[in-house]
């Protein structure tokens, strides 16, 4: 049978917090979304030497249809790992490199004059800009103004651009991969804290070890360079993310990634002293939602018909990242965002199960 094949076969919806084991068809898929994954993880590795945790979240983001804001100091691929997972997916790819001039109709196209060869007559068409294509590249966010971040932004929640007044809808799947540079922040315009929250994960891309420098060297300065096939057809990728929304997830688990939010905000009752002391704001409720699609995804990609606690924990970090603001304190004692987010996973605990 098909990946499409199976599609049909899918169980539907119960009432919000049944769970509904997934059915025989949407099983079969299971199976082939794992595979999937492991065969782009194996593609992918052919070009991108270690950050296998950053090639995890980034094909989880994938399959959650989650854009995702990678930072890292310049020279770790972040732009080579955004075009390897295009070229992999077999997806229309757009890299866009921002900087302090560009304006919205840079990114989103614009009405322009033309005239038709056949009749000659003039009339306006929209050209639509390079935010029309399946995978984007935000290459280093941060260094465009406001008015143009704006556009990104309707893109990201609505999937429509809107020129001249009227809305032009985006091509499906649209995922938008931002980079940022967390040294050199002059002249750079940090992104609203309305934005961040459109992004389903923030992921720091480190350093490599010392063999995997060592095998990037090797690899990259040798006559013949690396390339990747496409592993699967956008059709499967678009079956693979609707099985990821009807994977079931227990009430339990839905109490434990609430909590974890509720948790990270000073003044909520749930707050721990750690929080009160050093977070100014914390995470909103698109954190849990987020938390939850999130580990549904990792547990496609790990196989497993359902959500556990782990996937939760696995996933937290990336979601409550750049959702969790420290505060005056926070920054004079050296408390950062992943230091707070580390005593929070430590200290909240498990809800007790509850069948």
């Excluded at 948790?263 to 100014?280: M, T």
Aim: proline content about 8%; overall charge neutral.
């Amino acid at each position: 049978m098909s990946t499409l094949d199976a599609l049909p076969d899918r169980v539907s919806a119960g009432r919000p917090g049944e769970l509904r084991p997934l059915a025989g068809g949407d099983l079969e898929l299971l199976g082939q979304a794992h595979e999937t994954y492991r065969k782009l993880e194996r593609e992918i590795g052919r070009v991108i030497i270690g950050q296998e945790a950053i090639v995890r979240s980034i094909v989880a983001a994938v399959f959650s249809q989650g854009h995702t804001l990678i930072i890292g100091v310049p020279g770790l691929a972040k732009t080579l790992l955004v075009k390897t997972v295009s070229q992999v997916l077999s997806w229309s790819f757009k890299r866009i490199q921002f900087t302090p001039d560009m304006m919205p109709a840079d990114i989103i196209g614009m009405e322009l004059l033309q005239e038709d060869p056949a009749t000659g007559a003039r009339s306006m068409r929209f050209v639509p800009g390079p935010l029309f294509a399946n995978l984007i590249l935000a290459d280093e966010i941060n260094r465009t103004p406001p008015k143009t971040q704006s556009a990104l932004l309707e893109a990201m929640q609505e999937q429509t651009v809107t020129s001249m007044g009227k809305p032009y809808r985006l091509a499906q799947p649209f995922i938008v991969f931002a980079t940022q540079n967390p040294i050199e922040q002059e002249g750079t315009y940090p992104l609203p804290e309305a934005q961040l929250d459109r992004f389903m994960f923030s992921l720091w891309m480190g350093y490599p070890s010392r063999e995997e420098e060592e095998n990037i060297v090797l690899a990259t300065t040798e006559e013949s360079v690396p390339t990747v096939a496409p592993v699967c057809s956008l059709e499967q990728i678009t079956a693979f993310q609707q099985l990821v929304r009807r994977v079931p997830v227990s009430r339990h688990v839905v109490t434990y990634a609430v909590a974890l939010a509720r948790s990270s905000r000073p003044d909520s009752s749930d707050a721990l002293p750690f929080v009160r002391q050093y977070v100014s704001w914390g995470a909103g409720p698109r954190a849990s939602q987020h938390m939850i699609l999130g580990a549904k995804a990792l547990a496609v990609l790990d196989g497993q018909p359902t959500v556990s606690a782990k996937h939760i924990r696995q996933v937290a970090p990336q979601v409550l990242r750049h959702r969790v603001l420290p505060n005056y304190n926070a920054a004079g004692e050296g408390v950062d965002a992943a230091a707070i987010i580390r005593h929070i996973l430590e200290k909240t605990a498990e809800p007790n199960y509850v069948q």
